[in-house]
């Protein structure tokens, strides 16, 4: 079954510093896939999303994500954290037939000064 | 573009009301929007699919009864909570999506509902 995975259920970075969150899927074709950010209270924001065209996506905010094909992994990263990119982040992935989004259970990222 | 708005963006009510929650894709035709329910610190959980002009296909676990949707238009669907209890209070999100062939959905800005 297909399946999405984030690594990590908490990350915290200082501001300044570089953003990783984790996100590894299994899947026997190859997927589309997103990352999504929710703030408190708020719904989800497209950051990203990959659809084969190139394997580095750049998104916004200065985020981006590099899908690996041997890895299974679609990772996100930005070079510098600001207090603002606090939030809940989400790795998602289509599921086969495009009828449902199938979620990772998300990543918390606290930014302290 | 691709704006999903919801209404209201919070809600009170005594248990036992019913409550109607509206979602709109404000300036695209939606063939097909989510519901969905997100519990405190948790990831969203689906409840139903709805296309436009038929009956929601419900998530198994969820009561269609409880949980009714209507997409009577490419721009609205509805989800009421009947007899709403205080274990329905979530917050409630819904997403759309042009059409089967985009897999993308964009996302309202949910509704917080609290049942007394």
């Known amino acids: 079954a297909q399946s999405v995975t984030q690594l990590d259920s908490h990350v915290s970075v200082s501001e300044g510093t570089p953003v990783l969150l984790r996100c590894n899927y299994s899947s026997s074709y190859s997927p589309s896939l997103f990352w999504y950010v929710q703030h408190p209270n708020k719904g989800l924001q497209l950051l990203l999303k990959y659809t084969s065209a190139a394997t580095l996506v750049k998104g916004i905010n200065g985020f981006e994500a590099e899908f690996k094909k041997s890895e299974t992994s679609f990772h996100l990263t930005k070079p510098s954290a600001h207090m603002s990119d606090a939030a809940e982040y989400f790795c998602v992935a289509p599921a086969r037939g495009y009828n449902k989004l199938i979620f990772g259970a998300g990543t918390r990222l606290a930014v302290h000064p | ?116």
């Open chain 2, 1 to 116: 573009g691709a704006v999903v708005s919801q209404h209201p963006s919070w809600v009170i009510c005594k248990s036992g009301t019913s409550v109607k929650i509206e979602c709109r894709s404000l300036d695209f035709q939606a063939t097909t929007m989510f519901w969905y329910r997100q519990f405190p610190k948790q990831s969203l959980m689906l409840m139903a699919t709805s296309n436009e002009g038929s009956k929601a296909t419900y998530e198994q676990g969820v009561e269609k009864d409880k949980f009714l949707i209507n997409h009577a238009s490419l721009t609205l669907s509805t989800l009421t909570v009947t007899s709403a209890h205080p274990e329905d209070s979530s917050f409630y999100i819904c997403s759309a999506r042009v059409d089967k062939g985009h897999n993308e959905q964009f996302f309202g800005p949910g509704t917080r509902l609290t049942v007394l």
